[in-house]
């Protein structure tokens, strides 16, 4: 997620939140998701008294339709349903900043990680870690779980790439290269293979039996940072995205594992793309991006065109992106919390703001 959060975060950030946690009460647990819905594209349904978090969104992560996990500057971790407006949980995380958060399907566990240089596996019901994986020496900015698996991955501006086993928390491997500043990092489904973005602007492929570079991804040389990726679920195609300034830059590019070449730059972000993400809608196959020009765009995967741009005006930097098979697409942000968006017919509308 590029720089965003990587400056001291010991002040307030600025922003129009004035609930605490306990504003987050909500007033009708009865309202259905499909009341909350909207056609008017200039407004957002607000269905709870406050943000469920205090200061800046910083990761979001998926499970099923509804429910949306989420970190935060504030120190917590909030696993809500959208769909009946309640916070279903709430960990206080960390003594810092939360930098990333992820879930583990097979294992129903939750994942946090932080600028207190320590990542943690949560459960539900339960406010204390199960584990806490420690060694990192600056704030860790990656975080993924390999499916199936219990392998943790973890990413630092430490310049190296960790593989923890998430019973015991023993570290299994650490890969360190000098300069790269991990931004991102991804398990490659149904394979060995797990890919890593930095800020030496190099997109790497590791081989975690033996955290071997097998292959660097390259385009005529990358001249920007790059701050995020994701990959298929049949593991044929990578995104990755990247910074830039007043549009040079700010492009994401899918990748071919097979041919090991891009296949379309998306352009027309004039600022930092922070996240990118794949889509599957309806049996259209999109790559969804949120940048700090204040934007979510959604674009044909396969055309390399960019179907809708959706502006949230006042809501700071875009964060993190994320989306369901549903066509729901929850984007956090600075200063607004986090948006819930629908995905319909080449278009997004507004549902709700949490």
């Not at 909207?38 to 910083?58: F, L, M």
């Not at 430490?158 to 491997?173: A, F, M, Q």
């Amino acid at each position: 997620m590029g720089n965003l959060f990587n400056k001291k975060d010991s002040k307030k950030t600025k922003s129009s939140f004035q609930n605490g946690f306990d504003s987050v009460i909500v007033e009708d647990r009865s309202v259905s998701d499909a009341s909350l819905r909207t056609t008017d594209p200039t407004r957002c349904v607000s269905n709870v008294a406050g943000s469920v978090h205090s200061e800046a969104v910083a990761s979001l992560a998926s499970l099923s339709p509804g429910l949306c996990l989420s970190g935060s500057q504030d120190m917590t971790m909030v696993l809500y349903n959208y769909q009946t407006c309640q916070v279903q949980q709430r960990w206080k995380c960390h003594e810092r900043a939360v930098t990333k958060v992820c879930y583990a399907e097979h294992c129903d566990r939750f994942f946090s990680c932080s600028r207190d240089k320590t990542a943690r596996m949560w459960k539900r019901d339960q406010t204390t870690p199960l584990t806490t994986f420690s060694g990192h020496e600056f704030v860790l900015t990656a975080l993924d779980v390999q499916t199936g698996r219990d392998i943790l991955c973890t990413g630092s501006r430490d310049n190296t790439i960790r593989l923890w086993d998430i019973t015991s928390g023993e570290c299994l491997s650490k890969k360190e290269i000098p300069r790269n500043l991990v931004t991102d990092a991804k398990f490659v489904k149904n394979s060995d293979l797990l890919v890593q973005t930095g800020e030496d602007k190099e997109v790497r492929v590791f081989d975690t039996r033996t955290m071997d570079i097998v292959h660097t991804f390259l385009k005529n040389g990358l001249q920007y940072i790059q701050t995020s990726c994701d990959i298929t679920v049949d593991g044929q195609y990578c995104v990755t995205s990247s910074n830039g300034f007043n549009g040079a830059g700010c492009e994401a590019t899918l990748w071919d594992f097979r041919s090991q070449k891009p296949v379309h730059e998306y352009k027309g972000h004039v600022q930092c793309i922070e996240d990118c993400i794949f889509l599957t809608v309806e049996s259209h196959d999109y790559i969804i991006t949120c940048s700090r020009d204040n934007t979510v765009r959604v674009w044909h995967r396969d055309l390399g065109t960019c179907v809708v741009t959706y502006p949230i005006d006042g809501a700071g930097p875009l964060t993190s992106v994320i989306g369901y098979s549903d066509g729901s697409v929850c984007v956090g942000s600075f200063t607004q919390g986090i948006h819930q968006l629908r995905l319909t017919s080449d278009s997004l509308q507004p549902v709700c703001q949490f």
